[in-house]
């Protein structure tokens, strides 16, 4: 994912710092009405929310930063009743518009990973562009990195710098720390940063720092964020009603599988078969896909926004069909090891 999501960027309050990926897009495939109930599950600054209630939609804005809940306060105000914001987790969505009143949704949107507006706080702890503390949780409570980092088991470490960073030297790294940690814990993102950077090592011609994939994993390990994503994608089947959008934009390869089989298997009919194996059938698919493949910012966006450059929407739009269990192993939820710390 690169360092982190494109950006939830928006205008909420007022404030233009960024501008939402995707917009455009995300608004035809959504194709939000008036009258219709939309959730934005990553709400963020209010880019896609504020583009949803123009289109005279009311909107279910949820997210787990409270600073984001807070800081949306005045577009609330300005909507005047159509845009209700509430802190939580996306894979609570269904649950959290029944909340509301609604048991059936129009549409759910999902900009998947960390907003711009957490990536560019040094006192998140996201980014090792600023030196801050460690931290790097959305929700600002639970583990924080700096806990995993200094804690975990070698072995653990580099499973998930492995398989959350797709980093290669998620050994050596994971090694570095648990030995380096003993003489003073890391604290801090520019230590971090700098430790991985002497390990893995750095040539004029990588296109990104050394760090940044130790980073990311670290990020989605911390928050969870794989694991969330499976539940929201179950719980956007659970609550959209038929015809309703599901709409997703993530920003790397991780997120974008899961997403893809999703949306693949439950738009399935049936399998194929062979002479060897009979056709099996399938259950009555539960979405038809909006789009063929993956929609990606054109030039124009990605000069504008280069976090953009990473960005893929996929869309689905719900039958009539019940909702199924989900199986997040099928889906490509990776299994990863549980927070502990290690023995001494």
């Given amino acids: ?10 205008i909420a309050g007022g404030s233009d710092r960024h501008v939402p990926v995707l917009l455009a897009e995300v608004i035809e495939h959504l194709a939000p009405v008036a ?17 949803i209630l123009d289109a005279g939609a009311s909107v279910i804005g949820i997210d787990r930063d409270p600073n984001a809940i807070a800081d949306g306060q005045a577009l609330v105000a300005e909507y005047q009743g159509r845009l ?21 949704v129009d549409g759910v949107v999902l900009d998947i990973g960390v907003s711009s507006m957490q990536l560019d706080e040094a006192e998140r702890g996201f980014s090792f562009r600023f030196d ?17 980092v200094n804690t975990m088991e070698a072995r653990d470490l580099a499973r998930i710098i492995s398989v959350l960073g797709e980093e290669r ?15 003073k814990p890391y604290l801090r993102t520019s230590e971090l940063a700098g430790l991985v950077e002497r390990v893995v090592g750095k040539k004029p011609t990588d296109p990104i720092h050394p760090a940044t994939r130790t980073f990311q994993a670290l990020r ?5 964020e794989l694991d969330e994503l499976g539940r929201a994608l179950a719980a956007a089947e659970r609550v ?33 078969g062979s002479r060897h194996m009979p056709e099996r059938v399938l259950a009555a698919p539960t979405f038809t896909l909006a789009i063929k493949g993956a929609v990606v910012a054109g030039d124009t966006e990605t000069a504008r926004n280069p976090r953009a450059r990473s960005a893929k929407l996929r869309a689905g ?25 290690a023995r001494s």
């Fill in 1 to 10: 994912m690169t360092t982190g999501d494109g950006s939830k960027g928006g």
């Fill in 317 to 341: 739009i719900r039958t009539e069909a019940p909702a199924r269990p989900f199986d997040a192993e099928a889906a490509g939820v990776p299994a990863l090891p549980e927070f502990k710390v």
């Fill in 240 to 272: 959209l009603k038929p015809g309703g959008r599901l709409v997703i934009v993530s920003f790397h390869s991780l997120e974008d599988r899961i997403v893809k089989r999703f949306l693949a298997e439950r738009s399935e009919v049936r399998a194929g």
């Fill in 220 to 224: 989605i390990y911390v928050n969870q």
């Fill in 35 to 51: 009258g219709g109930v939309v959730i934005d599950g990553t709400f963020g600054l209010g880019g896609y929310s504020r583009a």
């Fill in 169 to 183: 030297r998620a050994a050596a790294v994971a090694r570095a720390i648990t030995q380096d940690r003993v003489a």
């Fill in 132 to 148: 801050g503390p460690l931290d790097m949780r959305m929700s600002q409570e639970g583990p924080s990195a700096a806990d995993v």
């Fill in 84 to 104: 209700h914001l509430v802190h939580g987790r996306f894979g609570d969505l269904d649950a959290i518009a029944a909340g509301q009143g609604h048991e059936k």
